[in-house]
């Protein structure tokens, strides 16, 4: 199972990179929270970019079997959260990225790099 979840987190990241995401992150969050294992969070620079990453993570995640439970903030595109049960996507404008600062709340998480999965 482990696995299969660190997959996902794989196939969001290289996704995510593929359309020039800023700042990817990976943050192992089961040791502190039931609502998922990992975090997947990216900014991108304008809300055109913001629905392509979207498209990304959400078409490569389904050519894997992976579905989207659900998908909030896609009308705005300035904070985007896809939840895949055990990861989940979050991607943001800078400008609410900075606000609202997911990786101090959760500073209490281990940072993962790609490469170590």
């Known amino acids: 199972m482990e696995d299969k979840i660190k997959e996902m987190v ?3 990241y290289n996704a995510l990179d593929d359309k020039k995401a800023i ?16 975090f997947v969070i990216a900014s ?3 809300p055109s970019q913001i629905s ?10 389904g050519k894997n079997g992976y579905h989207c439970k659900c998908i909030e903030g896609i009308q705005n595109a300035s904070w985007v959260l896809m939840d895949y049960g055990d990861v989940i996507v979050h991607i943001f404008s800078k400008e609410d990225r900075d606000f609202y600062n997911l990786e101090h709340i959760w500073a209490d ?6 490469t170590t999965l």
Do not use: F, Q
């Open 10 to 12: 794989k196939t969001a």
């Open 23 to 38: 700042d990817i992150k990976i943050l192992n969050i089961g040791s502190v929270s039931v609502i998922a294992d990992y």
């Open 44 to 46: 991108g620079s304008n």
């Open 52 to 61: 392509a990453m979207v498209d990304a993570v959400d078409e490569d995640l």
């Open 109 to 114: 998480c281990e940072p993962l790099d790609v």
